[in-house]
């Protein structure tokens, strides 16, 4: 039976990999290995800023592991996402990387660059020409929006990278992508499913996080045929089960039976999940439905700067009374600050032992022992947000509440100084999705390294 393997190693690039459980991937003479190096989940930041939450030296130990396997065994390396975000400064320090690793290992190979970055201007053209749709539970991006986001990049499908392998392309390195084509490419590439090939893509991403126990730092193979695919753990300590797979099949997914993408919806209303050995797992019946051809944007905005303080309580009295202390002290310094508008600013109170972690207040419980208190402040400058902070966090360090015996300090400060530089903080300013044509804003370059 006509069959491909995929080996990813690790579920974010620079994550890592016990080194044994990769030897044992490549000692199943894997047709490619995939690997994506990117989120959306540590925020809007490390797009707005142009920084990688990645550091360069696990990324780049990842990827000489990869490249001079892949190199050994005359195989393509497929990057998706380069750098976390997948904008040009991303993608620039991972390209670095690899060329560092070429010339140190005295490699040679053509390599694909695909960006997806898309400039602010073609966006409000495609505002303006009914081209984006919003994508729910976003609102549609307003042109302010849009012209103020620092980076705007575009989740490319297989297509691109399609073109690269056309090209002869042996490393591929691409900008934003979706994250189950840099696992799936070859196989489309070579006629298999689509739709299995795309699944089996959605699970392979975050490598053995699919396994039980799961893990973000080690090795999974997917094994690809012509009416299913498996999956195989590459180390003894985990085990691929019908429910592990299943689980990670409805991770990040509003739907359990749809997951969109570009160009097409994964239909898993006749999916199956078969246990085919103590550590293997066999998955059927995944149909890919074609559609209108839509990206989804992701653009990030610069909101101002952050300043937190760390503190704690232990006063019973003073950890009854602090929704009333907080609504106080929001109240003083409207008052002192009187010239600054509600835009101007953001002012919180996060509540470790009473909330601290939730979005939801949960039923009243019995008043904690002690209460950590961070006093978070956002600003148009570094300058204002230190001078909330610093109001905020004296007030209530000085704060005369209901029932008060002591007269010294409310608060407990773990470090000095007591008030910390958040630096910039962005927000999530563009989240829709754009009509565009498969290669429209994902120009493939191909040097030789």
């Known amino acids: 039976m006509k069959e491909m393997k995929i080996l990813s190693p690790t579920a974010i690039l620079g994550y890592g990999f016990p080194e044994s459980s ?38 780049k130990r990842d990827l000489t592991f990869i490249i001079k396997a ?33 010339k140190e290992n005295n490699l040679s190979f053509k390599m694909a660059i ?71 490419a070859l196989a489309i590439k070579q006629g298999f499913d689509s739709g299995l090939a795309l699944h089996l893509g959605k699970i392979l991403e975050c490598a053995a996080i699919a396994a039980t126990p799961g893990s973000g730092s080690d090795c999974m193979l997917g094994i690809l045929r012509e009416d299913h695919f498996e999956l195989k753990t590459l180390n003894t300590e985990r085990k691929c089960t019908t429910t592990s797979v299943a689980a990670h099949t409805l991770y990040e997914k509003s739907d359990p039976t749809k997951l969109p993408g570009p160009g097409g919806i994964l ?47 232990t006063d019973p009295i003073m950890i009854k009374e602090l929704d009333n202390i907080i609504e106080s002290i929001r109240e003083k310094l409207k008052s002192n600050f009187a010239d600054l508008k509600k835009e101007d600013y953001f002012l919180d109170f996060k509540l470790y032992g009473a909330n601290g972690a939730s979005l939801f207040k949960t039923a009243e419980k019995s008043i904690p022992e002690e209460i950590a208190i961070i006093i978070d402040v956002v600003a148009k400058t570094k300058e204002l947000s230190q001078a909330l902070c610093s109001f905020a966090r004296s007030t ?23 008030d910390f530089d958040g630096g910039d903080v962005y927000e999530f300013s563009i989240y829709a999705l754009l009509k565009a044509d498969p290669l429209e804003y994902f120009p493939v370059e191909v040097i030789q390294i």
Not at 396 to 418: D, Q, V, W
Request: hydrophobic residues 40%; glycine residues 8%.
């Open 22 to 59: 990769f030897e044992a991937g490549m000692a199943e003479n894997p047709d490619v290995i995939a690997v994506d190096a990117g989120s959306t989940d540590p925020g809007p930041y490390y797009l707005g800023s142009g920084k990688c939450f990645v550091d360069r030296a696990g990324t």
């Open 70 to 102: 892949a190199a050994q065994k005359n195989i393509p390396v497929i990057i998706g996402t380069a750098g976390g975000s997948g904008a040009k400064e991303h993608l620039q320090r991972d390209i670095d990387i690899i060329k560092e690793i070429a």
């Open 114 to 184: 695909i960006p997806s970055d898309i400039d602010n201007e073609s966006v409000l053209n495609a505002l303006k020409r009914n081209r984006l749709a919003a994508l729910s539970p976003a609102p549609m991006p307003s042109e302010e929006e849009i012209s103020a986001s620092s980076n705007i990049v575009a989740q490319m499908g297989p297509e691109p990278i399609l073109k690269a392998l056309d090209e002869g392309a042996q490393v591929i390195i691409t900008g934003r992508a979706y994250d189950p084509v840099v696992f799936a």
């Open 267 to 313: 239909d898993l209303s006749e999916t199956t999940f078969e246990q085919n050995t103590e550590s293997t797992v066999i998955v059927r019946g995944t149909k890919f439905v074609p559609t209108d051809y839509y990206v989804k944007l992701e653009g990030a905005r610069k909101l101002g700067t952050r300043t937190v303080s760390f503190a704690a309580t």
């Open 396 to 418: 209530m360090l000085h704060f005369g509440y209901a029932g008060r015996i002591s007269t010294a300090g409310n608060l407990a400060f773990p470090f000095s100084p007591s």
